[in-house]
Antibody
Framework: QVQLVQSGAEVKKPGASVKVSCKTSGYTFTNYGVSWVRQAPGQGLEWMGWISGYNGDTNYAQKLQDRVTLTTDTSTSTAYMELRSLRSDDTAVYYC????????WGKGTTVTVSS | EIVLTQSPDTLSLSPGERATLSCRASQSVSSGSLAWYQHKRGQAPRLLIYGASSRATGIPDRFSGSGSGTDFTLTISRLEPEDSAVYYCQQYDTSPQTFGQGTKVEIK
């Protein structure tokens, strides 16, 4: 069955970077993209960006595009989200999901930014 | 960007009642590229409806979606206790994709 397995929780200091992985299985990775969504405590869902599993094309949310980079490793069917210059308001649960329609989701990775 | 506004913010209903959730877009969402998600605390969101009206795999038929252009609706025909969650609409027609702010459904 289709699965997206995310890396474990992270605690980072302000100004640091974090890289979250999303290992996929059960489907042909290059036939779909991967979306990234986050949810800060008490807030709604925020779309961060999308990357093509076929050719690595990306779309980013404008407010994050200077600090976020999405990449893929097709040899391991894994997508990555790196967020730099972390701030306290980046504390959130980060999700990966299959493609733009997000029909299958990872369980989420909690990133805590605290001094 | 397309702004999605959901209403109401909170809906409190009894089991067996009908829930009607609204999602209004700031500009037309073409090709019906609108989805609905159910999000329970501590879990990943779950796709319910895509293409405005198509149910995702395994979704009970008490969930239905309708609408086009700028006005969309999610209907839960007979509420069950496990339907307690926050429901989000999302447009994937135009980048950046955007979500509504969510409607919380409480079961009395």
């Amino acid at each position: 069955q289709v699965q997206l397995v995310q890396s474990g929780a992270e605690v980072k200091k302000p100004g640091a970077s974090v890289k979250v992985s999303c290992k996929t299985s059960g489907y042909t990775f290059t036939n779909y993209g991967v979306s990234w969504v986050r949810q800060a405590p008490g807030q709604g869902l925020e779309w961060m960006g999308w990357i093509s599993g076929y050719n690595g094309d990306t779309n980013y949310a404008q407010k994050l595009q200077d600090r976020v980079t999405l990449t893929t490793d097709t040899s391991t069917s894994t997508a990555y989200m790196e967020l730099r210059s972390l701030r306290s308001d980046d504390t959130a649960v980060y999700y990966c999901a299959r493609d733009t329609m997000m029909d299958v989701w990872g369980k989420g990775t909690t990133v805590t930014v605290s001094s | 960007e397309i702004v999605l506004t959901q209403s109401p913010d909170t809906l409190s209903l009894s089991p067996g009642e009908r829930a009607t959730l609204s999602c209004r877009a700031s500009q037309s969402v073409s090709s019906g590229s609108l989805a609905w998600y159910q999000h329970k605390r501590g879990q990943a969101p779950r796709l319910l409806i895509y293409g405005a009206s198509s149910r995702a795999t395994g979704i009970p038929d008490r969930f239905s979606g309708s609408g086009s252009g700028t006005d969309f609706t999610l209907t839960i025909s007979r509420l069950e206790p496990e339907d307690s969650a926050v429901y989000y609409c999302q447009q994937y027609d135009t980048s950046p994709q955007t979500f509504g702010q969510g409607t919380k459904v409480e079961i009395k």
